[in-house]
């Protein structure tokens, strides 16, 4: 059964950085789209990232774009990671981790495209 393990949330000050990680398991991503969204309170599940495994192509949302970048472990072919730069109030979000099978592009930024979540990690920035 595919699990998804998020990682590396914490409390930082506006113009901080942190990185988060996100750990696949129980199956095989070589042709899955990985993908964070974040959801504050009361406002819906957004979309931050997301990457082709197979090619490692990289999308954002234009919130984020310039200030956070999407990577993969190339060596563990399991891992992703969210390096966030610059953090702002704006950013303070429970942070998801989400994959599924390589999918039309249109349908990258939709959670409900995606078929298995991580638990999510807290990411706070204090102004």
């Known amino acids: ?23 696949a398991s129980g199956g095989t991503f070589n042709n899955n789209d990985m993908a964070w969204f974040r959801q504050a309170p009361g406002n819906e599940r957004v979309f931050v ?25 190339n060596a ?11 953090l702002n109030a704006e950013d ?5 981790c989400a994959t599924n099978q390589r999918m039309a592009l249109s349908a990258l930024r939709n959670s409900r495209s995606y078929g298995y ?3 999510g990690t807290q990411v706070t920035v204090s102004s």
């Open 1 to 23: 059964q595919v699990q998804l393990v998020e990682s590396g949330g914490g409390l930082v000050q506006a113009g901080g950085s942190l990185r988060l990680s996100c750990a």
């Open 49 to 73: 990232a997301a990457i082709r495994w197979s090619g490692g192509h990289t999308y954002y949302s234009d919130s984020v774009k310039g200030r956070f970048t999407l990577s993969r472990d």
């Open 76 to 86: 563990k072919k399991t891992t992703v990671y969210l390096q966030m730069n610059s």
């Open 92 to 96: 303070t979000a429970v942070y998801y």
């Open 117 to 119: 979540w991580g638990q």
